[in-house]
């Protein structure tokens, strides 16, 4: 087989081929979508405030490497995850999901 003419995914797709993919590979792709959109969310609040990564680490009693591997999209997001930045951003998180579409993912200030 000639390597030069794989095609990835994304380009069968724009040309309008069939792709069919696993259950266990659209699973893996939704976690990477809801990673990458919450790291985005910490990451915008984050410099909102003019934070460190230092200093959401220190609020969230977790470690440096921790905060910038959840900010690159390295973590999954648990619940217990997401309640204990949110403490540390002083913020509120709006998550909205929807099937088959990008995840929403927002920290706000608290409503007053």
Request: glycine share 6%; with cysteine; charged share 25%.
């Amino acid at each position: 087989m000639n390597h030069a003419q794989w095609k990835t995914r994304r380009t069968r797709e724009l040309l309008g081929e069939q792709v069919e993919e696993s259950p266990e590979m659209a699973a893996f792709r939704l976690e990477i979508r809801y990673s990458m959109a919450f790291g985005q969310a910490l990451y915008d609040r984050r410099t909102a405030l003019g934070l460190s990564h230092a200093e959401v680490a220190r609020r969230a009693g977790m470690t440096v490497d921790e905060i910038e591997c959840i900010e690159e999209a390295g973590t999954v997001p648990t619940l217990p995850l997401l309640q204990r930045l949110a403490g540390a951003l002083e913020a509120e998180l709006d998550i909205h999901v929807t099937p088959d579409t990008q995840a929403a993912v927002r920290f706000q200030a608290p409503a007053a």
